[in-house]
């Protein structure tokens, strides 16, 4: 019997799965919700992600017994497993455990992240990841940090070891009326991306307020309440500028 190549006990929080994903990777995904983001994203609809003892607890060999009901016709649609969150990152070891279980198991691996973590995390991430999917939610730093809370670097940098490792990644960027959807910004961007050649592709995705009561819910104040959506041409205008 072949040695196991990741501990099937290691402990983690997730908030949910999702067994028929069809939004966070090609073909059909078997999404894992993880608990727990450094993130506070104004925009975000899973605030309840957040913290990541607001999960439930499960073990690395729970979630692989659940996928693997699935597998066939995961593999039949050309799909797999995405790991999203809240973002992963926020629990590194499990992370970690996860992956190798799902390369262990044959599974096509899409990781889901704005990237925010240590560069040596973000390796040994990536090693195990088939097709990244990276949220970049503005180029302007200071847009980042108002937006987010944390700082942009580390997602650039995150995107640059993508690079270097040969990993295909896609671009998520949300059009937000007001606050991401300067055109000078948008344009930098776009400069940017296009020194990357494992960039495969780049979703426009418009803002919503779909989450809103989560935020009510939690006693946040929910901040963009007055924004309005992005229109139809606002968003190809930002698809066209961000084509690499």
């Not at 995904?29 to 993880?34: A, C, G, L, S, T």
């Not at 990244?132 to 108002?146: A, F, G, I």
Request: glycine residues 8%; proline residues 6%; charged residues 20%.
């Amino acid at each position: 019997m072949a040695a196991l190549l990741y501990d099937p006990n290691a402990v983690g929080y997730i908030h949910s799965v999702e067994t028929g994903g069809m939004v966070d990777g090609p073909g059909i995904r078997y999404v894992v919700f993880f608990s727990g983001c450094p993130l506070r994203c104004k925009y975000c609809h899973n605030p309840d992600t957040w913290r990541m003892k607001d999960g439930h607890q499960t073990t690395v060999e729970e979630i692989l017994r659940d996928m693997k009901k699935y597998q066939s016709y995961l593999r039949f649609s050309g799909g797999g497993v995405t790991i999203t969150g809240g973002d992963p990152f926020s629990q590194p070891k499990f992370l970690m455990e996860l992956l190798r279980a799902c390369k262990h198991a044959d599974f096509h691996v899409c990781l889901d992240t704005a990237g925010f973590t240590p560069a040596d995390t973000v390796q040994a991430a990536l090693a195990y990841t088939d097709l990244l999917l990276l949220d970049v939610k503005s180029y302007n730093p200071t847009v980042y940090q108002e937006l987010t809370g944390v700082a942009l670097a580390p997602t650039l940098e995150t995107l640059r070891l993508a690079q270097e490792m040969g990993v295909p990644t896609w671009v998520r960027f949300v059009l937000v009326p007001g606050v991401t959807d300067d055109e000078d910004d948008i344009r930098a961007l776009a400069g940017f991306l296009r020194g990357f050649s494992v960039i495969e592709k780049v979703e426009v995705l418009p803002f919503h307020k779909l989450g809103e009561f989560k935020w009510a819910e939690l006693g946040l104040t929910y901040e963009l309440a007055n924004t309005p959506p992005p229109t139809e041409a606002e968003l190809q205008r930002a698809q066209v500028m961000l084509e690499v």
